[in-house]
């Protein structure tokens, strides 16, 4: 029972910070509807849970009981080169994009990309990207991608030319 009100509260932070995201940001933003159209499906359906065949082997309540502090647009980038070189992930032979509280770090990613990889926010690309960005993943079957669609207003858009390959991952 202490999970629902939990779960509550989670609920009651994200309306809230879906508002101050409407107020803030939204109306700026080309696909507002589709973000609002996302943010009503998961105020309407919530986080699943173990009633739900996906979920019936997954417990969400550790992620529903933990603090979240959302960022700021006017929060600036912090992570510094030492401390990425202490994730587990930075020692990977790969391509890194660098995500920081949902906003790409361009500094701490990749320079030094292969001819034919581009990675850019979607506020870089051409309008006809941003008309099919947010259609690509349906943000009415699952509450972490109706969340991700919701929120989610200036994403990173990995693009690679036709027969680009690339050497690692």
């Known amino acids: 029972m202490q999970t629902l009100e939990v779960k509550s509260k989670l609920q009651h932070i994200l309306a809230e910070e879906f508002a101050i ?7 700026q933003t080309p696909n507002a509807d589709l973000h609002r159209k996302a943010y009503a499906y998961f105020e309407q359906n919530g986080f699943p849970t ?12 550790k992620m529903l009981n933990k603090e979240y502090a959302f960022p700021r647009p006017s929060d600036k980038l ?9 994730y587990p992930l930075h020692c ?18 990749s320079k030094d990309l292969p001819k034919g990889l581009h990675v850019k926010l979607l506020s870089e690309t051409s309008g006809e990207v941003s008309k099919y960005i947010y ?13 991700n669609s919701a929120f989610s207003t200036n994403p990173v ?5 036709k027969n680009t390959v690339l050497d690692k991952p």
Request: charged share 30%; glycine share 2%.
């Open 50 to 61: 173990k009633k739900n065949e996906e979920w019936k082997y997954m417990s969400l309540s």
């Open 92 to 109: 990977i032979e790969a391509y890194n994009i660098v995500m920081e509280n949902g906003r790409w770090n361009k500094e701490l990613s």
């Open 135 to 147: 259609k690509t993943v349906p943000h009415d079957t699952n509450a972490f991608t109706a969340l």
């Open 21 to 27: 995201l409407e107020d803030v940001v939204l109306k």
């Open 157 to 161: 858009v990995i693009s690679l030319e």
């Open 78 to 86: 912090s992570l510094t080169e030492e401390e990425f070189a202490d």
